[in-house]
Nanobody, 116 residues
């Protein structure tokens, strides 16, 4: 699978930002998609899980973003989105979308920087 994230940038605390991920190379609607973000030490943490296939419509968020971020998908366009509201300085990092097809696939990520 191929994934391409976009929409990152420099914003101020409290602002909103909408990330997008375009997917290709696999039957998109059948697969659960995830949004991850990089944490110190180089690892990535799962922040949103957007169900596909029989789990379509099921979305789960990490506590750190619950109530502020909204994930969604458009199966007709093979895209997933992450609407980020009320961003905080600690949201600064690289954001990735991910799909698991026998192994994890990520895009190259999009940088979000929150600074006053």
């Amino acid at each position: 699978g191929q994934l391409v994230e976009s929409g990152g940038g420099l914003v101020q605390p409290g602002d909103s930002l909408n990330l997008s991920c375009s997917a290709s190379g696999f039957p998109f609607s059948s697969y659960t998609m995830m949004w991850d973000r990089q944490v110190p030490g180089g690892k990535r943490e799962l922040i949103a899980h957007i169900g596909g296939g029989s789990n379509t419509g099921r979305i789960v968020y990490a506590d750190a973003v619950k109530g502020r971020f909204t994930a969604s998908r458009n199966n007709a366009k093979n895209m997933v989105f992450l609407q980020m509201n009320g961003v905080k300085i600690e949201d600064t990092t690289v954001y990735y979308c991910r799909v698991y097809i026998q192994r994890d696939y990520w895009g190259k990520g999009t940088q979000v920087t929150v600074s006053s």
